[in-house]
Nanobody, 123 residues
Framework: VQLQASGGGLVQAGGSLRLSCAAS????????IGWFRQAPGKERESVAG????????YYSDSVKGRFAISRDDAKNTAYLLMNSLKPEDTAVYYC?????????????????WGQGTLSPSSS
């Protein structure tokens, strides 16, 4: 699976943006999808994830209630809708495809990673 993240851009605080993660290959629907981000000088963090069926979604506390992850297997694409953006949401956002894990909290073990897309949010 090859992944291509897109949709990042400059947006004012309080605005919205939708990121896309387009996948090539026939195995997209067999993979759970996760969005991660890495802000300058910080470690990469998990943002959201979605199961293969779409029936399970999870979010980090920092984005819960503001971000929504979804997938369209017919288009081999996953999305991250980001609302009420804050300056602290500024980061390079990555999507990953892999296995959904539960070890007390949900997480994605990413087997395939896309290149990042920068989403800066100005104050």
């Amino acid at each position: 699976v090859q992944l291509q993240a897109s949709g990042g851009g400059l947006v004012q605080a309080g605005g919205s943006l939708r990121l896309s993660c387009a996948a090539s290959g026939r195995t997209f629907r067999r993979n759970a999808i996760g969005w991660f981000r890495q802000a300058p000088g910080k470690e990469r963090e998990s943002v959201a994830g979605i199961s293969t069926s779409g029936g399970i979604t999870y979010y980090s506390d920092s984005v819960k209630g503001r971000f929504a992850i979804s997938r369209d297997d017919a288009k081999n694409t996953a999305y991250l809708l980001m609302n009420s953006l804050k300056p602290e949401d500024t980061a390079v956002y990555y999507c990953a495809a892999g296995t959904l894990l539960y070890t007390g909290t949900w997480s994605i073990k990413g087997d395939y990673w896309g290149q990042g897309t920068l989403s800066p949010s100005s104050s």
